[in-house]
């Protein structure tokens, strides 16, 4: 029997409507690049989304057209974000950070009609057009007096065609399985494969996104997000703050400015930001030798890689603000799993705490996890059993788009994610590495992320990361690489000393090697595939 509950379809609309008539004077604070400060409501966020509709169609864009964004955290790639989706179109958010080829290729893949861009990417676009022959023009966002000098053909204003356009009097309405939005993964190996989302997939993800034991967003919030709106919707911020009534907060190009993120934090009065552990790295760094702290922060969402336990304590101790340690991808929407305690971890202290609070936390509901073996076979949520993490769900990428080849990650319905995790019988997921970093000694493995856990507490250490390198009697041993400003024979000493009784012996790195930066990929992670590469030639002592 079918029940008789009405079918309205999960659109994006549906978010931005309810956050006109429930929120409407919520404020929208963005730093631009010819703003310090914009400011405006959620009202006349949602007014100029449905000029962008209108002056989509008056472009004369395809009903489904991909219309891409190479543009920073601000007010206008939030317009983008709805009227682009709610029109039916698609919005393929670019991540600047990417080669040049790399962009080429997914311009010319997703087939780009138009291209909307912060000025600052207008050299960068005028290097490529001519080998992107689909696409129709180019939108630079900024007003009049701002426009660049470029040769970029086809090249209007932003905000001059939007105050020609009349804003559409309402979205259309179709299938909630209609894609809103398209995110390439910068993959190691192969081309960027692109993430397809629908509305559906957003909407329930923003749900999950709002519940208590996730991000746990309300009306009474200020959210900043400092991941890019370029990757994976900015984990589903910008959707989720105006679902709920939360202020917004961009900081546009100056993502990466310590000093600005904290002014922000603390004049705007943010409550949550969210961000990878390398945006949040140099934030620490400048409180400490400023002295300045960051209230009314509470919480902060980090995830991307392995937020270390030393920058989860130092949140918790010096600003009293807790760290909500995630994990996701691309292919997630992103978000997969978030660390909030429950009954059995509520009162952890100690070394308990601290096993605990580097975990990535528990499915969201509606994401469904298992860890299986070599031959696919699930293996026991047991706390101890390492296995490949897979994942089915709601907002789980079925299928990439236009693959040039058929998916390897999909099995039966499961999505295998890359990732070596260990479970516990509460649900609680820890990842040990990617697939492709395993270290593999003797046959057993080593997780570099508990190793990179130990290093990163001594306070010498700005950052670091395990490698695993071939090794003649074990196959492959670690190396720990380090970024400090006191790199010496001491110093390696100290940390190869600080892994005794916290790790298996047999775990201990064999060497310490010191760096002055290390590689990281487009989305802040370090990319140990680099860092493998460069310490190609590198030999053990003891081999
Ligand atoms: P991306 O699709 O570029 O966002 O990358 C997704 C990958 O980042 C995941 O498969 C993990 O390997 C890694 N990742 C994300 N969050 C975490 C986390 N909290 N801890 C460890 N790895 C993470």
Same mark, same amino acid.
């Given at each position: 029997m079918r029940g008789l509950m009405m079918d309205t379809p999960l659109l994006l609309q549906n978010i931005a409507e309810h956050a006109v008539c429930n929120h409407g004077g919520r404020e929208i604070v963005s730093v631009t690049a010819d703003h310090d400060r914009h400011r405006y409501t959620f009202a006349a966020a949602m007014e100029r989304a449905r000029r962008v509709t209108a002056l989509l169609d008056s472009l004369g864009t395809t009903p489904d057209a991909r219309i891409a964004t190479l543009a920073w955290n601000d007010f206008r790639h939030l317009e983008l974000y709805f009227g682009v989706s709610c029109s039916g179109r698609v919005l393929h958010t670019i991540?600047?950070?990417?080669f040049a080829e790399q962009l080429v290729y997914i311009v010319n893949h997703a087939e780009d009609e138009w291209v909307f861009f912060d000025v600052a990417f207008t050299g960068l676009l005028e290097s490529v057009a001519t080998q992107c022959?689909?696409?129709?023009g180019y939108v630079a966002m900024t007003d009049a007096a701002h426009m660049p000098e470029s040769s970029l053909p086809n090249l209007h204003c932003y905000e001059t065609l939007l105050a020609a356009a009349q804003p559409v009097a309402g979205w259309p309405e179709f299938?909630? +399985?209609? %894609?809103s939005s398209l995110c390439y993964t910068s993959g190691t190996t192969g081309h960027p494969k692109g993430v397809l989302y629908s509305h559906r997939s957003t909407v329930l993800h923003t749900y999950a996104m709002a519940l208590p034991d996730s991000?746990?967003?309300?009306?009474?919030d200020c959210v900043l997000?400092?991941?890019?709106?370029?990757?994976?919707?900015?984990?589903?911020y910008p959707y989720a703050a105006l679902m709920v009534g939360a202020k917004l907060v961009f900081p546009g190009h100056?993502?990466?400015e310590p000093e600005l993120l904290v002014d922000l934090i603390t004049e705007e009065g943010v409550t949550i930001a969210g961000g990878v552990p390398t945006v949040w790295l140099p934030v620490l760094d400048y409180l400490r030798r400023s002295?300045? +702290?960051? %209230?009314?922060?509470?919480r902060t969402v980090i995830g991307g890689s392995a937020c270390p336990l030393a920058m989860i304590e130092e949140f918790r101790e010096a600003h009293d603000v807790t760290v909500l340690h995630g994990w996701g991808m691309t292919e997630m929407s992103p978000v997969g799993t978030v660390n909030r305690p429950n009954a059995n971890t509520a009162d952890l202290a100690g070394e308990a705490l601290r096993a605990h609070v580097v975990r990535q936390g528990r499915a969201l509901p509606g994401v469904e996890l298992r860890i299986v073996d070599e031959d696919g076979e699930e293996l026991p949520r047991d706390g101890s059993c390492f296995g490949a993490l897979q994942v089915r769900g709601?907002?789980?990428?079925?299928d990439y788009y236009?693959?040039?080849?058929?998916?390897?990650?999909?099995?039966e319905g499961w999505f295998d994610t890359g990732d070596v995790a260990i479970i516990d019988a509460d649900g609680y997921v820890k990842i040990t590495d990617r697939t492709k970093d395993v270290i593999k000694s003797g046959g057993e493995w080593i997780s570099s992320i508990d190793l990179e856990n130990v290093a990163m507490s001594?306070?010498?250490?700005r950052e670091c990361a395990v490698i695993g390198l071939p090794h003649p009697k074990w196959q492959e041993r670690p190396l720990l690489v380090v970024v400090s400003d006191a790199a010496d024979d001491a110093l390696a000493a100290e940390l190869l000393a600080m892994f005794e009784g916290r790790v298996?012996?047999?775990?201990?790195?064999n060497d310490v090697a010191f760096v002055e930066s290390l590689p990281h990929t487009?989305?802040?992670?370090?990319?140990k595939l680099n860092l493998r590469r460069a310490f190609d030639e590198y030999r053990f002592p003891d081999a």
């Amino acid at each position: 029997m079918r029940g008789l509950m009405m079918d309205t379809p999960l659109l994006l609309q549906n978010i931005a409507e309810h956050a006109v008539c429930n929120h409407g004077g919520r404020e929208i604070v963005s730093v631009t690049a010819d703003h310090d400060r914009h400011r405006y409501t959620f009202a006349a966020a949602m007014e100029r989304a449905r000029r962008v509709t209108a002056l989509l169609d008056s472009l004369g864009t395809t009903p489904d057209a991909r219309i891409a964004t190479l543009a920073w955290n601000d007010f206008r790639h939030l317009e983008l974000y709805f009227g682009v989706s709610c029109s039916g179109r698609v919005l393929h958010t670019i991540n600047p950070r990417l080669f040049a080829e790399q962009l080429v290729y997914i311009v010319n893949h997703a087939e780009d009609e138009w291209v909307f861009f912060d000025v600052a990417f207008t050299g960068l676009l005028e290097s490529v057009a001519t080998q992107c022959p689909g696409v129709r023009g180019y939108v630079a966002m900024t007003d009049a007096a701002h426009m660049p000098e470029s040769s970029l053909p086809n090249l209007h204003c932003y905000e001059t065609l939007l105050a020609a356009a009349q804003p559409v009097a309402g979205w259309p309405e179709f299938d909630e +399985n209609t %894609a809103s939005s398209l995110c390439y993964t910068s993959g190691t190996t192969g081309h960027p494969k692109g993430v397809l989302y629908s509305h559906r997939s957003t909407v329930l993800h923003t749900y999950a996104m709002a519940l208590p034991d996730s991000a746990g967003l309300s009306a009474l919030d200020c959210v900043l997000p400092i991941v890019p709106m370029f990757h994976v919707n900015a984990w589903g911020y910008p959707y989720a703050a105006l679902m709920v009534g939360a202020k917004l907060v961009f900081p546009g190009h100056r993502l990466s400015e310590p000093e600005l993120l904290v002014d922000l934090i603390t004049e705007e009065g943010v409550t949550i930001a969210g961000g990878v552990p390398t945006v949040w790295l140099p934030v620490l760094d400048y409180l400490r030798r400023s002295g300045r +702290n960051l %209230a009314p922060l509470n919480r902060t969402v980090i995830g991307g890689s392995a937020c270390p336990l030393a920058m989860i304590e130092e949140f918790r101790e010096a600003h009293d603000v807790t760290v909500l340690h995630g994990w996701g991808m691309t292919e997630m929407s992103p978000v997969g799993t978030v660390n909030r305690p429950n009954a059995n971890t509520a009162d952890l202290a100690g070394e308990a705490l601290r096993a605990h609070v580097v975990r990535q936390g528990r499915a969201l509901p509606g994401v469904e996890l298992r860890i299986v073996d070599e031959d696919g076979e699930e293996l026991p949520r047991d706390g101890s059993c390492f296995g490949a993490l897979q994942v089915r769900g709601p907002w789980v990428c079925a299928d990439y788009y236009h693959p040039e080849a058929p998916s390897a990650a999909h099995h039966e319905g499961w999505f295998d994610t890359g990732d070596v995790a260990i479970i516990d019988a509460d649900g609680y997921v820890k990842i040990t590495d990617r697939t492709k970093d395993v270290i593999k000694s003797g046959g057993e493995w080593i997780s570099s992320i508990d190793l990179e856990n130990v290093a990163m507490s001594h306070p010498r250490v700005r950052e670091c990361a395990v490698i695993g390198l071939p090794h003649p009697k074990w196959q492959e041993r670690p190396l720990l690489v380090v970024v400090s400003d006191a790199a010496d024979d001491a110093l390696a000493a100290e940390l190869l000393a600080m892994f005794e009784g916290r790790v298996a012996k047999w775990w201990i790195p064999n060497d310490v090697a010191f760096v002055e930066s290390l590689p990281h990929t487009a989305t802040g992670k370090v990319s140990k595939l680099n860092l493998r590469r460069a310490f190609d030639e590198y030999r053990f002592p003891d081999a």
